[in-house]
């Protein structure tokens, strides 16, 4: 490779939209020096995705973000409708709509990770931006990788240059450069669905929808169909619409029934839904996250989610063979358990997508069973590393799925006020046990008063690793999980 040549990295991250930036700092919350590169000159104004969910906001809380994405998103405690559908925005009756099946009166009882409504993307991303930082307008050229790391040749600004990293990360979305390289395949149907575009626009809507909050509204006017999804709720909005992009201030103003409406565009992204999955996550030294790994379509919110759960569970990894804690082996793990996840995603989104119904519509739990369709809680937080989701307790109630298993998310209790059991945790090896229980008091547990789960070794992920029997048997456990 040629060029000049930048200081030695941990990990190279490229690709800096949320899910690269959301792996730098699980990197550096585990004290890992990632560099990230973006091929864009700056970060993304489009909002794009805008369900953030619960686990999500748990890996949020973990390193202390929780309350920054709050900060930004958009505040439904007063109630959303969440999906509406309409003729236009203008001749809605709201006094007359309830809201949908995936919308509750009251915070889920399973997770601490609540958000107070919905967090576009691009806010999501100026949080994440706040812990790291990204060196822009500048893309992969080349990669080669060997026993000790991986040297990548970059272009940027001032021409190219080679960085050597120990590890690389590609998160550079569907058409992914690092799969590529990488000669990594896909499946799935891949391209689904019609072209969109996501206009993005200002238009002070509050006197036609008042005090009224939704997450997105169908519109079926003949002359302007397509949705209106909520970015702030008052003044900024993005409509989904398959007409032709120049026409996109009448297409609005079509849709929200006003053709005088005062209407700015501000941004036009064109795209099309996508279902494919890697036919492998990782190779040698170089793994795939977020849209590299898996592309679904947009119903269910779960491709954001899925993809920052990918880099929370590469993190820790990374972080332990980094340090010399764990052996190289311990990497396989990732796409073993990750896989699995993106394609039972896949396999639900392309069934919404085929019967939107499914995921808003309320007492479809009969309809779901019958068709094979998990309720959308569910699909984000209650699948097992290694179980099959038809071997669940359920495919409906996520309560019922975090029960303590191997391979679940540990459950979560308040333990103290504001205080969650998955706090306890602390992002490393933790045996969460009762506190009544003699045999764990002196064995560096963390102890909780009626904790009914029996002792449990949780991962620094939150997933419960081991059952425990006694103390005695833990160093033989920890090796045998650290591939030591």
């Known amino acids: ?254 849709a929200i029934g006003d053709p005088s409406m005062d209407v700015e565009i501000v941004s036009v992204l064109p795209w099309r839904p996508r279902a494919q999955v890697a036919d492998s996550f990782s190779a040698g030294r170089v793994f795939l996250v977020g849209d590299a790994a898996h592309a679904v379509p947009p119903l269910g919110a779960f491709g954001l989610n899925t993809g920052v759960a990918d880099a929370h569970n590469l993190a820790w990894k990374l972080a332990y063979v980094l340090r010399g804690e764990a052996g190289p082996r311990l990497l396989d793990t990732y796409a073993s358990e990750r896989r699995p996840v993106a394609m039972m995603t896949m396999e639900q989104s392309l069934l919404r997508l085929s019967d939107p119904r499914l995921h808003w519509a309320p007492g479809m739990a009969a309809e779901r069973a019958r068709v094979g369709a998990i309720n959308a809680p569910v699909v984000h937080m209650g699948y097992r590393y290694g179980t099959p989701m038809a071997e669940l307790p359920s495919t409906e109630d996520l309560a019922l799925d975090l029960d303590g298993s191997v391979g679940s998310r540990v459950p979560h209790l308040w333990v103290a006020d504001g205080l969650s059991s998955l706090d306890l945790v602390g992002s490393r090896f933790t045996v969460l046990a009762d506190a009544g229980n003699p045999v764990w008091v002196t064995a560096g547990a963390q102890l909780i008063d009626g904790w009914p789960y029996g002792p449990l070794l949780v991962r620094p992920d939150g997933i419960v690793a081991w059952k425990a029997t006694t103390p005695d048997a833990l160093p033989a456990v920890m090796n045998a999980l650290l591939c030591r």
């Open 1 to 254: 490779m040629n060029g000049n040549s930048v200081p030695s990295q941990d990990v190279l991250i490229v690709g800096g939209g949320t899910v690269g930036l959301a792996a730098a700092v699980f990197l550096a919350h585990h004290g890992v020096r990632a560099l990230v590169i973006e091929r864009e000159p700056g970060p993304q104004v489009q909002p794009r995705a805008t369900g953030i969910g619960p686990r999500t906001m748990e890996f949020l809380r973990e390193v202390d973000l929780a309350d920054a994405v709050n900060a930004v998103a958009i505040d439904a405690n007063g109630g959303s409708l969440g999906k509406i559908v309409v003729e236009t925005l203008a001749s809605a009756d709201f006094t007359t709509m309830r809201p949908s099946a995936q919308v509750s009166a009251t915070p889920p009882v399973y997770t601490p990770g609540v958000l107070r409504g919905t967090c576009p993307q691009n806010r999501l991303d100026s949080v994440l931006l706040s812990r790291t930082s990204v060196t822009y307008n500048t893309h992969l050229v080349s990669l080669e990788q060997d026993s000790e790391g991986v040297t990548a040749l970059l272009s940027g600004p001032d021409g190219p240059y080679q960085v050597r990293a120990g590890y690389l990360i590609g998160a550079d979305g569907v058409r992914s450069t690092v799969r590529t390289a990488l000669g990594i395949g896909t499946s799935g149907p891949g391209a689904v669905g019609q072209r969109t575009n996501n206009v993005l626009f200002h238009a002070d809507l509050r006197p036609i929808v008042g005090d009224t909050h939704f997450a997105v509204c169908d519109v079926t006017t003949p002359d302007s169909p397509g949705m209106i999804v909520t970015i702030d709720g008052e003044k900024e909005w993005v409509f989904h619409t398959t007409g032709d992009a120049s026409r996109a201030v009448d297409l609005v103003r079509g």
